[in-house]
T-cell receptor
């Protein structure tokens, strides 16, 4: 069965530091992969997506993610974190019925 | 272009009652999906509607039902509410076959 694993429940970084959030997926075919961000009490905003082609994808707010098929991973990165990046981050894979399967999320806390 | 809007934003119901949540799709989108997000969890797929018909369902009991209207707006109905139904309910709209879904801000349902 398809699944998404986000191993880190909570990550704390200092403002200006680099960030990497981990995501591993289980899916038989070529995956459609997404990263969403959720601020407290809010809906989900799409950061970036991977369908095919270049395995390094750029998103909004300075985020990027790299698809590594050999590792079944789609890790999210940002070179320099801002205090406004504090939020919950969700990795998701779209299955062949169009539904999104989400990980349990990683909560990012940013210290000044 | 309007985004996905959901109403109400917050709702408190008593166990055993029924509730209806509403979603207006983003302009031009013909597919609506509903997700349940329990506290501290990732969103879980409830069902999807396309052309006013259910087009896929997750692992939710029949007391969760929905409708899609000709203007592509949608309702989620939950009968016989249970305490565990307390969650953030998210609506997402998309074009069928398109890989990207856009989420509303969600409805926070509390069952007491």
């Amino acid at each position: 069965a398809q699944s998404v694993t986000q191993p880190d429940i909570h990550i704390t970084v200092s403002e200006g530091a680099s960030l990497e959030l981990r995501c591993n997926y289980s899916y038989g075919a070529t995956p459609y992969l997404f990263w969403y961000v959720q601020s407290p009490g809010q809906g989900l905003q799409l950061l970036l997506k991977y369908f095919s082609g270049d395995t390094l994808v750029q998103g909004i707010k300075g985020f990027e993610a790299e698809f590594k098929r050999s590792q079944s991973s789609f890790n999210l990165r940002k070179p320099s974190v801002h205090w406004s990046d504090a939020a919950e981050y969700f990795c998701a894979v779209r299955d062949n019925t169009d539904k999104l399967i989400f990980g349990t999320g990683t909560r990012l806390q940013v210290f000044p | 272009e309007t985004g996905v809007t959901q109403s109400p934003t917050h709702l408190i119901k008593t166990r055993g009652q029924q509730v209806t949540l509403r979603c207006s799709s983003q302009s031009g989108h013909n597919t609506v999906s509903w997700y349940q997000q329990a506290l501290g969890q990732g969103p879980q797929f409830i069902f999807q509607y396309y052309r006013e018909e259910e087009n896929g369902r997750g692992n939710f009991p029949p007391r969760f039902s929905g409708l899609q209207f000709p203007n592509y707006s949608s309702e989620l109905n939950v009968n016989a509410l249970e305490l565990d139904d307390s969650a953030l309910y998210l609506c997402a709209s998309s074009l069928i076959g398109n890989t990207e879904a856009f989420f509303g801000q969600g409805t926070r349902l509390t069952v007491v």
